[in-house]
C-alpha cells in the first residue's frame, strides 16, 4: 500500500502539564494506519504534522533503549513495539510524578538506584585493562538474562504492590538491578539484605511485571534475592 493511500485511525493521547492550571484530558488525532504503524509512528506523526506541543520521550525507535515507555489501552508497553490500533488511548505510564503529557519523571528510582549502591563497587576498571587480581567473570545465564534491561520501568508501572517512588517497597525494576549485581562474581554488598530493605518479601508473586525485553523477572530476580 501507497502511503497517500493509507486509511486513517484515532488515536487518543493524555494531555496535562501539570504546571497549568489546566485539567488532563484526552485529546484525539487522526493519524495515518500504515501497515506496521506503531504507536509510536503515530506520537511522531501527531508531533510533525498536528501538533508540536506534544511531549513524549523516544530514542532508538527499536526496543533498545526504554525511552518509549507509556500505557497503551491500560497495560504499560513499549510505544515502538506496539502496533497501532483504532482508538488505541495512550496515557503516561502510572504512578510516577509527570512532568507533561506522556513524560513521567524518573528521578526518584535514579535516587534509589544511588541510595542502595545498585551498580559495581568502586575501582572496576572501564578502560578495558584487565587487573592480574580480578575475578574471572564467567557470566552465568541468569546474569546474562537480566542484563537485557533497558530500563523501560514497564514491570515498575503493572506492578499492583509498588505505589510510587517514595514508596518503601522497591518493585520490580529495583529488583532486577539488584538481582544483577547478585549475579555477579565483582559484586561486593549483601543484595538479598537489600532486596529485604527494600519490602521484597511483600512481592505477591502475581507475575504482572512483564517485560518488553524478554525478562523473566520473578524466576530471575526475585526468587533468586529470596534464596529460592
Ligand atoms: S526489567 Fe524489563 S520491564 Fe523492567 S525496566 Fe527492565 S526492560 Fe523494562
Ligand atoms: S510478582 Fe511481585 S514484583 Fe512482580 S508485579 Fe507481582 S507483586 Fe510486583
Ligand atoms: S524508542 Fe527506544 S525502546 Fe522504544
Known amino acids: 500500500m501507497s502511503r497517500a493511500a493509507a486509511r486513517s485511525v484515532t488515536i487518543k493521547v493524555y494531555r496535562h502539564h501539570p504546571s497549568t492550571a489546566t485539567r488532563p484530558y484526552l485529546a484525539a488525532y487522526h493519524v495515518p494506519a ?27 525507535r527499536f526496543q533498545k533503549c526504554g525511552q518509549c515507555a507509556v500505557e497503551i489501552d491500560g497495560r504499560p508497553r513499549l510505544a515502538c513495539l506496539t502496533y497501532l490500533k483504532p482508538d488505541t488511548i495512550v496515557r503516561p505510564l502510572p504512578k510516577f510524578p509527570l512532568l ?6 524518573r ?33 552465568p545465564p ?36 539488584l ?17 529485604r530493605a527494600l519490602g521484597i518479601e511483600r512481592c505477591r508473586s502475581c507475575g504482572k511485571c512483564s517485560c518488553p525485553n524478554g525478562i523473566h523477572i520473578w524466576r530471575d530476580a526475585i526468587m533468586p534475592l529470596l534464596g529460592s
Open 100 to 105: 507533561q503529557d506522556l513524560v513521567i519523571e
Open 142 to 177: 541468569e546474569h546474562a538474562r537480566l542484563m537485557a534491561c533497558r530500563e523501560c520501568l514497564c514491570c515498575q508501572a503493572a506492578c499492583p504492590a509498588w505505589e510510587g517512588p517514595q514508596a518503601p517497597f522497591g518493585g520490580p525494576y529495583l529488583f532486577v538491578k
Open 107 to 139: 528521578r526518584g528510582l535514579w535516587e534509589k538506584l544511588l541510595a542502595y549502591e545498585l551498580y559495581l563497587p568502586g575501582g572496576v576498571d572501564l578502560t578495558g585493562t584487565i587487573a592480574p587480581d580480578a575475578p574471572s567473570l564467567r557470566e
Open 34 to 60: 500504515y501497515p506496521r504503524a506503531t504507536v509510536l509512528s503515530a506520537l511522531l506523526y501527531i508531533y510533525e504534522h498536528l501538533d508540536p506541543t506534544l511531549a513524549f520521550r523516544y530514542g532508538c
Open 179 to 195: 538481582a544483577q549485581l547478585l549475579w555477579d562474581p565483582r559484586n561486593d554488598r549483601d543484595r538479598r539484605a537489600q532486596a
